[in-house]
């Protein structure tokens, strides 16, 4: 019913900055929040931030508040996350997600890209 599409993500230095970005296709109509999420090996799957489709609110984790900016451009059905200041424990396969209207969570996932910060 929807289908993401990730790009972006690469190897930076600390304090450097990179950006992903997430296009959905099909069920766009009913997107409620789109978010973005990572994984650092060996660790528990995280939310980085998230937007409500319509409004714009975001939420972002203490962790990121201040460096990274949520984003989306409605007309693409693309939500895109800035990262800035990176530091090397930011360093994780980020996922890109979607929750539709009526749904208690995110059920569709990207694939993962790839950041990986340098010291």
């Known amino acids: 019913q929807v289908q993401l599409v990730e790009s972006g993500g690469g190897l930076v230095q600390a304090g450097a900055s990179l950006s992903v970005s997430c296009a959905a296709s099909g069920r766009t109509f009913s997107i409620y929040r789109m978010g973005w999420f990572r994984q650092a090996p060996g660790k528990e799957r995280e939310v980085v931030a998230t937007i409500r489709w319509s409004g714009g609110s975001t939420y972002y984790a203490d962790s990121v508040k201040g460096r990274f900016t949520i984003s989306r451009d409605s007309a693409k059905n693309t939500v895109y996350l800035q990262m800035n200041s990176l530091k090397p424990e930011d360093t994780a396969v980020y996922y890109c997600?979607?929750?539709?209207?009526?749904?208690?969570?995110?059920?569709?996932w990207g694939q993962g890209t790839q950041v990986t910060v340098s010291s």
């Open positions: 997600a979607l929750r539709l209207f009526g749904r208690p969570d995110y059920d569709y």
